[in-house]
Each structure stands twice: as structure tokens, then as C-alpha cells.
């Protein structure tokens, strides 16, 4: 059997119906966590994202990789649903060890190359509400029974490193807005976790081949490279098991206060803790596209993954 080194552990992955949350609930159950997966989508009901994917499967494929998964239907704009699922997760484990912000769902919010004055407002700030509010609503009762025990790790998943997204505009006032408020985040909890032993983080993945990429593409996981015959730099994309083998790795760390505070990339913990995406490979897609996309040169991506 495969090491497990967060048996006994639990977590929290709110926003794990589809993408990066799905798989970093998965990883996480691979590591032998027990994780309540959240969401709205569910088999009886899909959120406005109107997509297939469901929580229920979401916890099945956790079950699946050695954990055991949970699925809680939680719309993280309502603090009550939020409150409920806490006092449940104590009731039922009475501790919590990993907290992962991921809710987004701003993805058919965004306009994108448009000035704010062309921007609709409604959908912008409907998007920053995603973004951000769920996260602040989820920290506000999770947190509490993070810090019951010593050690506990939050992270916060965004999109762009803080050094990244500094320099460079995200194309939407709203988007920019969202993903330079995620990092933020995650340095403000280090310091509110800092005198608790607890540990923030705030991580990005590079190009994620999600179920929404994918589609977008026409392609599947399995022929994911004949994308590359219509935008070429997405040959640097990554599964997104990638992410969530990054998380898995810092929830395992038991020197991971080192991060607190940090904004990084999965790629670049690829790198210190060893890990690969599932082709084998280990994509630096920040560096990549510091590197090579956005200077406008041909896609090569010899040594970056």
C-alpha cells in the first residue's frame, strides 16, 4: 500500500466539484486524509455553472485513492450553510488540519480586454463575491477549529504568483482584482495563524487542464496535446493533479511554516518536494510564461517541464 501520510487528518476543500479542487481532494485522500469535499453542484441539483461535475463524484473518487471522502453541499456565500458545515465536521471528527479556499466560479462572469467602463457591474461584483467573499465567510467559522490543534494549513488557490501578478494586468479589472485579493488573503491569515502554529499559503496552478479547458479545447486528458495544433504554448499546461499533489506535499511537511506567508506555484514546489504531474513530468508553467510566452517567443517548452 502506498505511504499515507495524512492518515488521521482532516480536511476542508471548499470548492471541490470540478478542476484544481476536485484533484486536491483526491490527493489529499490519496495521502490518507479524510476530506469533505463542497460545492453546489450535486447530483440532484447543478450551480450556474451548469456542468456534470458533482461533488457526490468528487467524495466517490476521494474513497477511491485511499481517503475517505465526504460531500457537503454548501453555497460559501451563505455564512449559515458555512456555520452549519464547521459545527458538522467537529461534531463528526472534532478536529480540522487542512483548510483549502478554492471557491471561484467567476470564469462566465469575466469580460475580458474590456475598460471597467465597458465592464457590467452586476457581473463584476457577482464575480468578486465568488472570489473573495467565500473565502473570508469560510476562514471566519473555519479557522477556529483549525487552530484547536497545533500545525494546522490553510491555503488559498488562486490564479498568478503575488510576484507575478504585480507586474502584470489580468485583462478584466474584476479577474485582477479577484486573484491579487486571493494571495492577499493568504498573507493575512499567516499572520493571524502565525501565533497558533498554523501555516498559510498561497498557491497557483500554472495552465490547468480542467474539465472547462478541455472542453474549450475539443480535446480529453488522454489527447490533451492536440490542443497544441491551435495554441501552442498550452503544451506547458499541467493535469490538474499537479496542484493537488502540491498540496498533499505541504499538508505532509512537517517543516511547512517555512511557506507561511509565501506565494508559490505548483510547479515550483514540484521542485522542492518531488513530486510529478501524471504524465511524469514537472511543468514550471510561471516560469514559462515569464520566460517564454509573454515575451512573445515560439513555444518550446525544452526544460520547463
Known amino acids: 500500500m502506498a505511504e499515507q501520510p495524512l492518515t488521521g487528518k482532516v480536511a476542508l476543500v471548499a470548492g471541490a466539484t470540478r478542476g484544481a479542487g476536485r484533484q486536491i481532494a483526491v490527493q489529499l485522500g490519496a495521502a490518507g486524509a479524510t476530506v469533505y469535499a463542497t460545492g453546489r453542484s450535486t447530483r440532484g441539483r447543478r450551480s450556474e455553472m451548469d456542468r456534470p461535475e458533482t461533488i457526490e463524484e468528487t467524495a466517490e473518487l476521494v474513497t477511491a485513492a485511499g481517503g475517505t471522502g465526504i460531500a457537503a453541499a454548501v453555497d460559501h456565500l451563505v455564512p449559515e450553510q458555512v456555520q452549519r458545515l464547521v459545527r458538522r465536521i467537529d461534531d463528526e471528527q472534532g ?21 471597467v467602463w465597458e465592464q457590467p457591474l452586476e457581473a463584476g461584483f457577482r464575480l468578486l463575491r465568488l472570489a473573495v467573499d467565500t473565502h473570508i465567510i469560510t476562514s ?3 479557522m477556529p477549529l483549525l ?14 504568483t503575488t510576484a507575478y501578478n504585480e507586474k502584470n494586468y489580468r485583462l478584466s479589472v474584476f479577474y485582477d482584482l479577484a486573484k491579487t ?7 493575512a491569515w499567516s499572520h493571524e495563524l502565525d501565533p497558533h502554529g498554523g501555516t498559510a499559503v498561497a498557491l497557483t496552478p500554472g495552465w490547468l487542464r480542467s474539465e472547462m479547458m478541455l472542453d474549450g479545447f475539443g480535446v480529453t486528458e488522454q489527447n490533451w496535446r492536440d490542443a497544441t495544433a491551435k495554441e501552442p504554448h498550452f503544451a506547458i499546461s499541467e ?6 499533489r502540491a498540496v498533499a506535499a505541504l499538508a505532509a511537511d512537517e517543516d511547512r511554516r517555512r511557506w507561511n506567508g509565501r506565494s508559490v506555484s505548483s510547479g515550483e514546489l514540484a521542485q522542492v518536494y518531488g513530486f510529478t504531474d501524471v504524465d511524469g513530468s514537472r511543468p514550471d508553467a510561471w516560469r514559462y510564461l515569464v520566460e517564454v510566452q509573454d515575451p512573445g517567443k515560439p513555444a518550446d517548452v525544452t526544460g520547463y517541464r
Open 95 to 115: 478536529r480540522l488540519d487542512v483548510l483549502v479556499n478554492d471557491v471561484w466560479g467567476g470564469d462566465p462572469l469575466t469580460t475580458w480586454h474590456k475598460p
Open 140 to 142: 471566519h467559522y473555519a
Open 147 to 160: 487552530i484547536r490543534g497545533a500545525g494546522g494549513l490553510v491555503v488559498e488557490v488562486g490564479d498568478g
Open 181 to 187: 485579493s486571493v494571495n492577499r488573503l493568504a498573507f
Open 239 to 244: 493535469s490538474p493533479a499537479y496542484v493537488g
